[in-house]
């Protein structure tokens, strides 16, 4: 009884901490997989739809556009996170068990593409093309590290 | 055969407006329609999850988490409305097909979202509780305003 009730208060501390004072403690699981799994699919507008098509000289260059992506993938990469609870585990989607039992490398993957993508925001600002796109390279692969660990192979 | 051409051509440059200089143009409808619903429910998220609840009252109010809330809002209610392409008509949504054929209309409902969220961004810098819970009643109104109008009944 007194270990259920330590669960149920961890339990809770963890959603509070993941939601603190929204609504969002009420949300079913499929929500919540819907709204990460959206906030992926516009990261992939803005990343695989702009930014790494120009970076790869597939598009042409074009400053504004990119610093308008980059603005909304700066928004955009910290959405989808607070999706990732275990209680949606089972809700069918392509994300892998190893996100709630590899914790502190899942973690790690995150903050990382979080950082890269600090780092791109900061590099648009100097309007150095070069640099940029070298950045959008940077971001490129820390999508591709977490994908590739996290995952279900597409 | 004339026409045919002038038509394209009037096509070509609309969505060379709506998409300039990205991989866009290549995008099938249904993705389109995807991405805009992304940024729909997301708007959803922060909007009904967070800042409706707390102007209304049902969640406390929580200044940090409001400015979050609106700074993601910020960006997401720039994102949906270049998905909104007649190319689209007939994938299956709830976007009704008066958002192609009353077009000032709908651009108005459109602008007038975008202008209400951009109030909201600047009464939320200067702090004011009141004010802030007032505004989001405002960008409430926008977006049922559009819903009524644009959006099959839910």
């Not at 120009?54 to 955009?76: F, H, W």
């Not at 999508?143 to 192979?153: I, L, S, T, V």
Request: glycine content about 6%; some cysteine; proline content about 5%.
């Amino acid at each position: 009884m007194n270990r259920k009730i330590v669960c149920s208060v961890t339990l809770i501390a963890a959603l509070g901490a993941a939601y603190p004072l929204t609504g969002f403690s009420q949300v079913k699981p499929e929500t919540q997989v819907k709204w990460r799994q959206s906030a992926m699919a516009l990261q992939g507008k803005y990343f695989y739809g702009t930014l790494r098509p120009m970076a790869q000289g597939k598009i042409p260059y074009d400053a504004n556009a990119a610093a308008r992506a980059v603005g909304y993938l700066d928004a955009l990469s910290k959405m989808p996170w607070d999706g990732f609870t275990p209680n949606t585990k089972d809700v069918k989607s392509a994300a892998l068990p190893a996100i709630y039992t590899e914790t502190a490398k899942y973690k790690e993957a995150e903050d990382r593409l979080q950082s890269e993508v600090g780092k791109l925001v900061a590099v648009t600002k100097s309007g150095d093309e070069a640099a940029i796109k070298n950045q959008i390279t940077a971001v490129d692969k820390a999508c591709g590290n977490c994908h590739e660990n996290f995952r279900e192979k597409q």
